[in-house]
């Protein structure tokens, strides 16, 4: 094929997921286990480049992993489950071996990008994405643009601290909830999942459900400190979490016991969900390679 398309990956700390994004979509979608080591990894994602480039014009690499992406210095900043994508020679090292250009962002700036450009915050231009995990990442978009600060760490939103001694992870995440349950229960700290937590909630166990409705109050708190600090058009969250069709309806719920009274309590967030899931970091590249 000679119309120009892109090679596309998503690194992830559980596998890494690729594609070839062609004619406005994506097309031979595929994923492999995350490789141990770097030389791995460029052997696996060479193969699969040059097995596309047999059918695809391929002419760059639009890619999503985690990290602080520093452009000016080429390199990824932070912490993350891949170590040798931290390595000064990492971005260099991919792109000599592909033979491509790459562009590369943080994957959750690029669900933002995805969510901005085509999907649920399309036409919109301040937006806030939560993507609720393990912790509480997200992005800032300010007039259309991302928004990463003076230290590169904007939409790190787990790290607030909700009270004196716990921040927005801690108290809201589902990871931490199960964790929170687990260890109420005299369990190992990884023994429930938060769906197995919200299941028990469901059926009225105590201390479930009281977990439960601590984290949706929390997490209405930090939604709102965020709209009065930050001031979006609307939030949109992600994650696995986002699938529950009562999310929305909870932390609504939370917001009318939280102004309840309050005559001076300010600006209601408008929140929503994310539209795309497993697509959402894949697409976002693709968007962030246009607009590098």
Not at 14 to 40: C, D, I, M, N, R
Not at 160 to 174: V, Y
Not at 271 to 276: D, L, M, T, Y
Request: with cysteine; glycine share 10%; charged share 25%.
């Amino acid at each position: 094929m000679t119309e120009q398309s892109l090679f596309v990956l998503d690194l992830g700390g559980s596998a890494v997921k690729y594609s070839v994004w062609y004619q406005e979509e994506l097309h031979e979608k595929g994923k492999f286990k995350t490789p141990k080591t770097f030389t791995s990894f460029l052997e696996k994602v060479v193969g699969i480049k040059e097995r596309l480039a047999k059918k695809y014009n391929l002419v760059g690499c639009a890619c999503s992993l985690p990290g602080t992406v520093n452009v000016e210095e080429k390199i990824i900043e932070g912490t993350s489950a891949i170590k040798y994508i931290h390595q000064e020679t990492f971005i260099e090292s991919l792109e000599s071996c592909l033979g491509l250009p790459i562009r590369l962002e943080n994957d959750a700036n690029c669900a933002a990008l995805a969510e901005v450009s085509l999907g649920a915050a399309k036409g919109k231009k301040d937006v806030l994405v939560l993507v609720l995990g393990s912790g509480i990442g997200g992005a800032i978009i300010k007039h259309g643009r991302l928004e990463k600060g003076y230290h590169l760490v904007g939409g790190e939103f787990g790290y607030m601290l909700l009270n004196e001694e716990q921040n927005f992870s801690q108290l809201s995440s589902p990871v931490a909830l199960a964790k929170r349950v687990s260890e109420r229960k005299g369990y190992s700290c990884d023994k429930m999942t938060s769906r197995e937590v919200f299941d028990l909630a469901d059926k009225n166990d105590p201390i479930a459900f009281e977990e439960v409705e601590k984290m949706f109050h929390f997490l209405a708190i930090g939604l709102y400190n965020l709209q009065m600090s930050i001031d979006p058009e609307i939030i949109l969250i992600g994650g696995a979490i986002s699938k529950r069709s009562d999310l929305l309806q909870r932390i609504n719920a939370k917001f009318e016991t939280l102004f309840l009274g309050k005559k001076q309590i300010g600006i209601r967030p408008n929140i929503a969900i994310c539209q795309f899931e497993n697509d959402a970091n894949l697409i976002g590249a693709v968007v962030n390679y246009h607009i590098g």
